[in-house]
């Protein structure tokens, strides 16, 4: 009676796995870009992707990279585009994009001690102070040039708080069809479970480059800064291809965007550039070398997309965001499942008993012919067996760094 109990179990578990979505029946251990492909499928493929094109750069050690078009959406090259990684400060760009739009730059705003409170420690800062009042444009300008965790603080302050910001934040990357990224703090700094990607980075700069202001501030080399009264100091984007510091020379026709690093992701940047009237976008996440690497690997994939790259043929392309006509990402539910059966990002899942599984695929197995069959025999023989057999547990996914 037990072996044909565990017989029938067996069977009505691999008839609920037909029934169920892919994700739900795959292991927990899936990631999220195999159950998507947003962009295409050739995105979704581990290794790099490209057609119609040689020449790439040959020394590329990023864990992560895609050069895209920004005009045309059309993703020219690509490597591990949809691998989840710590973004850094380039998570900023979803920031500036979610909340650039509320304030006007004239705006001034005095800070308090509250809203310097949450800072983690070891941010980047600008240098904010208690009591200064700011205008809105200095404010931004302080996110853009310095990557200043402090002046992100203050803004998702006015904002309504950092979660309100962060909820913003999260809905405006299902917006844009980034499903790759979940945020957990505004600033981009580590944090457990804090992800995106190569893909969902580029379409976070393609969508903010189209703010004016977005594309202002990105490309702004210098500012001048309130320290108090009527004094200043002076500030310096951090995108060392646009200011040509440390040692690296300003790429020609380069218009932005962000660059970050903490010692835990490494360094990361999205860079966009414009040379005879086309405007490309690369991301590099996370080169095994420090300091010029990411800004070296981008001005490389940058020299190809406008060099070689004019014959490349489209290996997948950047997503419109849902809110202005895109077509949602056809697999997005089995993503939400997928997630559901590992575990949410960077935290420990809970044990999922396949029975909890089959409690909600019982009637669509009970459909199925040979299943009709397991089922009843095992119906037959009572919910003793079910009892005596102990539920098998599901261990879930685990966080990438």
């Known amino acids: 009676m037990r072996d044909c109990s ?18 739900a029946a795959a292991p927990a251990s899936a990631s999220a870009s195999e159950a998507t492909a947003v962009g295409g499928e050739r995105l979704a493929r581990t290794g790099v992707q490209v057609r119609g094109a040689g020449g790439l750069p040959e020394k590329l050690t990023a864990r992560s990279w895609l050069v895209a078009d920004s005009a045309s959406g059309e993703v020219l ?8 990684l710590a973004p850094a400060s380039t998570l900023k760009m979803l920031f500036a994009d979610t909340v650039l739009g509320k304030f006007e730059r004239t705006e001034r705003y005095k ?23 700011y205008t809105v444009e200095q404010l931004w300008q302080g996110v853009f040039l310095r990557s ?21 934040m999260q809905a405006r990357a299902e917006d844009l069809q980034a499903l790759d990224t979940h945020v957990v703090s505004p600033d981009g700094f580590d944090h457990k479970g804090q992800l995106s990607s190569a893909y969902d980075l580029t379409l976070f700069a393609r969508h903010g480059l189209k703010n004016t202001d ?12 309130p320290a108090g ?25 380069l218009i932005g965007v962000k660059n970050g690093y903490t010692s835990h992701a490494g360094n990361t940047f999205t860079g966009a550039a414009t040379r005879g009237g086309r405007t490309l976008l690369v ?3 996370h080169p095994t070398e420090g300091s010029n690497a990411v800004y070296e690997q981008t001005a490389a994939l940058l020299d190809w997309g406008f060099g070689h790259g004019r014959s490349a043929q489209a290996v997948g392309t950047l997503v419109e965001p849902v809110s202005e006509g895109g077509a949602s990402a056809s697999r997005a539910p089995a993503r939400k499942a997928a997630r559901a059966a590992a575990g949410a990002p960077g935290t420990a899942s809970g044990h999922t008993s396949p029975w909890r599984l089959l409690e909600g695929a019982v009637g669509t197995a009970a459909l199925l012919g040979a299943g009709a069959w397991a089922l009843r025999r095992r119906m037959t023989r009572g919910k003793a067996a079910a009892a005596e057999a102990e539920p098998e547990t599901e261990s879930g996914g685990r966080h990438r760094r």
């Open 77 to 84: 090259a690509s490597f591990n585009a949809h691998r989840r």
């Open 148 to 168: 200043g965790n402090d002046a992100v603080h203050v803004l998702a302050h006015m904002n309504g708080g950092v979660a309100r910001t962060v909820a913003e």
């Open 111 to 133: 800070v308090t001690d509250a809203d310097l409170a949450d800072i983690p420690a070891g941010s980047s800062l600008v240098g904010i102070k208690p009591g200064i009042t």
């Open 214 to 225: 977005f594309r202002g501030y990105c490309g702004t080399r210098t500012a001048d800064f």
């Open 6 to 23: 565990r017989l029938s179990r067996r069977a009505a578990l691999g008839l609920t796995a037909a029934a169920l979505p892919l994700s």
């Open 283 to 285: 991301t590099v996440m």
């Open 229 to 253: 009264g009527k004094k200043t100091f002076q500030i310096q984007n951090t995108d060392r291809l646009l200011t040509g510091a440390w040692g690296l020379g300003t790429y020609d026709g």
